[in-house]
C-alpha cells in the first residue's frame, strides 16, 4: 500500500509518517519502481501501536524504547507496564495542581467580584488579586479600597 494508504488505516497523516521515518520510528520503506514508499501489513501494525500510544500520552522516546525492544525479539511488557506507572504518577501530580489551580482561581473570582471593576489602575481590582498571586500562598489578600 501507498502512503495515502497507510495514513487512513492508522489514522495519522502523510507528514507524520514521513516524520516517524525519519526518526526511526518506522523502517524506511520499500520504494516502488517510481520511488513511492510501499508499505507492509507489518507497517500497519507498528503503526497503530505509534498511533495509539500516542494518544494514550506515552512520548515518542518511550514508544522507540518499547519498538527498540520488540525489533530486538525482547517483549516491551515489563518496560511499558513500569513506563505506565510513571505516567500515572505524572497525571496524579497534574491533577493535584489543576484542582489547586481552580481552588485559587474560584478565590480569586469570588473576591474579585466585591472589588470595584472600574480601577482602571489595576490597583483595587480582581486585576491586583492576580498581579499579587502567589502558588501556594495560605490565601488571597484584598488590596485596599
Known amino acids: 500500500m501507498q502512503i495515502t494508504e497507510l495514513a487512513a488505516c492508522a489514522g495519522v497523516s502523510s507528514k507524520t509518517i514521513r516524520y516517524y521515518e ?8 520499500q520504494r516502488d519502481a517510481n520511488n513511492y514508499r510501499r508499505y ?3 507497517d500497519v501494525e507498528r503503526l497503530q501501536f505509534i498511533a495509539s500510544a500516542r494518544r494514550l500520552g506515552f ?29 500515572i504518577a505524572a497525571i496524579e501530580r497534574q491533577i493535584a495542581a489543576l484542582r489547586s489551580l481552580r ?13 470595584p471593576q472600574d480601577d482602571l489602575a489595576g490597583e483595587c481590582c480582581v486585576c491586583a488579586l492576580i498581579k499579587s498571586y502567589e502558588p501556594g500562598a495560605p490565601g488571597l489578600t484584598t488590596p485596599s479600597v
Not at 525519519?22 to 520503506?29: K, N, T
Not at 522516546?61 to 505506565?84: E, K, N, W, Y
Not at 481552588?103 to 472589588?115: D, K, N, R, T
Open 22 to 29: 525519519s526518526i526511526d520510528l518506522l523502517p524506511p520503506p
Open 40 to 42: 507492509s501489513a507489518g
Open 59 to 87: 512520548s515518542l522516546a518511550d514508544i522507540g524504547a518499547f519498538l527498540a525492544l520488540r525489533d530486538q525479539q525482547v517483549p516491551p511488557c515489563s518496560a511499558v507496564l513500569a513506563t505506565l506507572d510513571q505516567h
Open 103 to 115: 481552588v485559587a482561581l474560584v478565590q480569586i473570582g469570588e473576591h474579585g467580584a466585591q472589588l
